[in-house]
């Protein structure tokens, strides 16, 4: 497994650009990358079913442990990246709206103490 983005499996035309995303919108919601990947691999993906999406997410954590580790910050960014897409994929797959999942989980703190910052004992 060398080419890991979502819709791996499949030679795809820019599969060793380590390069920034084209797009410069750098506050893209998650709605939107849901879409965009929905759009651009939601078939392939869905085509090979969530249990292949989980084995390449779960690769991609992998590489990003160990970019975070011994990486260039480049490096971190895409395998970061990976990591991300991959959830999304997932998410794609199993009808799971990211926004309103963090947002119900997340937006108002902690969700075990529900303080910001948390102040569970540690
Ligand atoms: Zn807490």
Known sequence: MTDSSPGAGVQTTNSS???TASGSDTSMTLAALQDVIERTYG???R???VSTSVA???EEVGELAQAIRKGTPA???HEFADVVAWVVSLANQMDVDLAEAVNGRYAAGCPRCGTIPCSCPM
Do not use: E, P, V
């Open 56 to 58: 390449w997410l779960c």
């Open 47 to 49: 085509s090979r079913g």
């Open 75 to 77: 490096q971190q960014r």
């Open 17 to 19: 650009d380590t390069s």
């Open 43 to 45: 078939l392939r993906d």
